[in-house]
């Protein structure tokens, strides 16, 4: 286990998956009836961006940075504000900090008798996660895998709630194992809700995960794809959602919001794509 996520946070994939995340939770939590939060592949919960991992490659830079010096189009503004006050604003004397990893943007976002499950099978990392959310009653923090903990953790008794699926993707069979992680998770609680993060750098094991989860048999599927960058040259430069029984309004913000990441997190002189499309539908 090598991946470390302080390395990356904040940048252009954080932002995608950050701002879908908080807005799906906004919407959950517009019903009363309290929720449950699984992450699985939590890591530290809040991230030092003043630290020597977020120093040396500086992503945040042309992930949230870009952000934050861009103009929110009023069209995008409801989409982005439970995103941006998850963020929260810079310090007094404008600089960045910290930045807010999943479990944190989940925190801001929910309520009181809503509950948070967070998996980070990393010890050191799971014990850093157990000091920032310790104060939280809501909180439970799993030191195990996190997709075998799917299998003790759902349904939920709270019957609703959304679960995020985040791995590394250091293994080679990680698409393999998200994709069956999925399929169990599912079976257990069809009508969770599921969000599942993933890389755009290997096209032939991308497509065969959509068309597994295409011809899986589950309903409601929406494929989000975000490229801001050429995919075959350098550092990470694309990512994938798939969601499960996502709220129906996210399509078509989700639609209304790539143009603008895309726009907004360009690499210099690279060409951007996005999708957003039903997998399966009802
Ligand atoms: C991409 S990071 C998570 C980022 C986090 N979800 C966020 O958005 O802020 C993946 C994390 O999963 C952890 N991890 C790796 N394998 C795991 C497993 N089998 N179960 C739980 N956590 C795992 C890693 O230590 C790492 O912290």
Redesign the pocket.
Known sequence: ?N???AF??GNFA?VL??AL?ARVLTYMIAKPAPLRFV???????V?DLTGDEATRTGEWRDGIARIDAAAVPPALADVMAPYLAAVGPRGADGAWRSY??????AQWVLRPEDRLTL????PE?AEALKRETGRDPRVRVLA??????LNAVLPPPERRGLV?V???F?KTDEFDRLLAAMLRAHARWPTGSYML?YPLKNRAAVGRFAAGLARSGMKRVLQVHLLVGDPDAGPLAGCGLAFVNPPYVLKGEAETLLPWLAETLARPGQATEWTVRWLAGE
Not at 39 to 45: K, S, V
């Open positions: 286990m991946y470390r996520h990356h946070a954080d998956k950050h995340l992450d699985t592949h939590a890591g530290l919960g991230y807010p990893g999943s479990p944190a943007v998996c980070e099978l990393h990392d195990s895998d996190g997709y075998a903990a995020l985040d791995p590394p250091e993060w």
